[in-house]
Each structure stands twice: as structure tokens, then as C-alpha cells.
């Protein structure tokens, strides 16, 4: 008669700590290869996205900078899909992530070590906020004109009225 064999129920049997400390080299491994590879994604996203400067157009039209930046680096990092709006909103965190971490600084903590990717996220928001604010200049003074276009027909009626008035009393 075949013997048969059972699993034996509970727990798994104990390993060793040979066993132990490979599966934790491993996984640091694995863990450190993934911040690797997203580091080196998000230095080339930032080189890419300075050099395509999205931030120079308007908001309407920085949807076309966006999606040039997509293709760049889905051809650079072959296996990954881009799209514009992953780009742009990674580019959003790091660029919120820099600007808290430039206020620490500020403030007194934190290093004052500039790395490439610090320099690349402190050019970007220069031209955003250059962006920015010219946008609202440019606002002030459409809202400006559109005041003084008011103005000159509110005279200019007047003074045809006042002509008007003059002319049929004159009759």
C-alpha cells in the first residue's frame, strides 16, 4: 500500500536566518532599484519640461507643451506610458515639494546643498511665477483699458447730447 503524505497544518515551517537576511537584502534591493528608477524619471521629466517650458504660454494653450513632454518621455523611458497630465501634475508635486522645502530653508533648516534636480524645480517656478504674474498684469490692464474705453464714450456721448441740445435750440 503507497503511503500517502499530509500536510501538516499551523505554521510554516521556521527559517533560517541565512534565509531572513536574504529576503531583506532583497527587498531593500527591490525598494532601492524603485527609487532609483523614479528619481531618474523625475530628473528627466524636469530636464525635459525646462527645456520645453510649458509655463510660456498661457493656460489655455499649454495643454500642446504638455503633451510634448508626454512623447518625449515615453520614448525615453521605453515600458512607460506618459500622458500630459501625469506629467503635469508630477511636475505640480515637485514643484509644491520645493517650494515647502526652499521655506524651511529659509526658516533655517534643511541643507543648502543644490542638487540637480533643485535647480531644475527653482527654474521652473521662477517661470511660472513670472507667468503668473505677468498674466496678472496683463489683466490689470485690460480691466484698465476697458475702464478708460468706458470712459471716452460716456464723454463722448455727453458732448453729443450737449451738441444736439445746442443745435435744436438754435433752430
Request: proline share 2%; glycine share 2%; with cysteine.
Amino acid at each position: 500500500m503507497a503511503e500517502s503524505t499530509k500536510k501538516k497544518r499551523g505554521r510554516p515551517p521556521k527559517k533560517s536566518a541565512a534565509d531572513k537576511e536574504a529576503e531583506r537584502m532583497e527587498k531593500e534591493t527591490s525598494a532601492k532599484t524603485a527609487v532609483d528608477y523614479q528619481s531618474r524619471m523625475d530628473t528627466q521629466l524636469l530636464r525635459v519640461t525646462s527645456k520645453e517650458n510649458p509655463f510660456r504660454h498661457s493656460l489655455n494653450k499649454r495643454k500642446e507643451s504638455w503633451c510634448l513632454i508626454a512623447v518625449e518621455m515615453t520614448d525615453h523611458f521605453k515600458g512607460e506610458t506618459f500622458d500630459d497630465r501625469r506629467c503635469r501634475e508630477r511636475v505640480k508635486v515637485l514643484m509644491k515639494a520645493r517650494r515647502i522645502d526652499s521655506e524651511k530653508k529659509v526658516t533655517g533648516v534643511g541643507s543648502l546643498v543644490l542638487s540637480e534636480v533643485d535647480t531644475l524645480l527653482n527654474s521652473l517656478i521662477e517661470q511660472e511665477d513670472f507667468t503668473t504674474n505677468n498674466a496678472s498684469a496683463e489683466k490689470e490692464k485690460e480691466e484698465q483699458s476697458k475702464v478708460l474705453v468706458q470712459t471716452i464714450q460716456k464723454d463722448a456721448l455727453a458732448t453729443i447730447k450737449k451738441r444736439t441740445v445746442l443745435i435744436n435750440g438754435m433752430c
